[in-house]
T-cell receptor, first 111, second 110 residues
Framework: QQKVQQSPESLSVPEGGMASLNCTSSDRNFQYFWWYRQHSGEGPKALMSIFSDGDKKEGRFTAHLNKASLHVSLHIRDSQPSDSALYFC???????????FGDGTQLVVKP | AQTIHQWPVAEIKAVGSPLSLGCTIKGKSSPNLYWYWQATGGTLQQLFYSITVGQVESVVQLNLSASRPKDDQFILSTEKLLLSHSGFYLCALQGENTLYFGAGTRLSVL
């Protein structure tokens, strides 16, 4: 059973625009969230983790977690063509347990 | 800092032939290690994990096997490849609050 659902499947934004990605956990035991980014032909790299309610900002990237609804979002402001990649949401029961990945959102940033 | 070296970078193999993919870790002792498989542009499917030498747990059956012969080495293998084995294989290391992935091995089975 899929532990985490992501939307949309794909997203296209203009350069300089805002990209918004969504993720929901289907299991209330899984409340630790990560965002990973994978450029074509490379391994995924962790973008950020978020374990507490509210916002977490790292540069142009902001994650927002609502534990009551088990929903996390990722917002990328001033999107760049180099942000074009496959973005995975991942969840776990705690910060060091097995991690389950969503199906990913393919982001394309058009120059 | 820990590093993950995967080999080979890419393989083209015939159906029915054997396969061995490897992963070597530097910079972290007794790491938890994982093998993932990814279809092109697809999700990450965890295949195996290992918390110590000689101990490997299977997560999903895909006619593959894995071994942990040394603390810093994780091997993925099969004696007979299927067309469905094509894809991108990733080794991952459990770090502090996150997973670190290697660069992957691209496998094409023809």
């Amino acid at each position: 059973q899929q532990k985490v659902q992501q939307s949309p499947e794909s997203l296209s934004v203009p350069e300089g625009g805002m990209a918004s990605l969504n993720c929901t956990s289907s299991d209330r035991n899984f409340q630790y969230f990560w965002w990973y980014r994978q450029h074509s032909g490379e391994g995924p790299k962790a973008l950020m983790s978020i374990f507490s309610d509210g916002d977490k900002k790292e540069g142009r990237f902001t994650a927002h977690l609502n534990k009551a609804s088990l929903h996390v979002s990722l917002h990328i402001r001033d999107s760049q063509p180099s942000d074009s990649a496959l973005y995975f949401c991942a969840v776990s029961e705690n910060s060091n347990n097995r991690i389950f990945f969503g199906d990913g959102t393919q982001l394309v940033v058009k120059p | 800092a820990q590093t993950i070296h995967q080999w080979p970078v890419a393989e083209i193999k015939a159906v029915g032939s054997p396969l061995s993919l490897g992963c070597t870790i530097k910079g972290k002792s007794s790491p938890n290690l994982y093998w993932y498989w990814q279809a092109t542009g697809g999700t990450l499917q965890q295949l195996f994990y290992s918390i110590t030498v000689g101990q490997v747990e299977s997560v999903v059956q895909l006619n593959l096997s894995a071994s942990r012969p040394k603390d810093d080495q994780f091997i993925l293998s099969t004696e007979k490849l299927l067309l469905s084995h094509s894809g991108f294989y990733l080794c991952a290391l459990q770090g502090e609050n996150t997973l670190y992935f290697g660069a992957g091995t691209r496998l094409s089975v023809l």
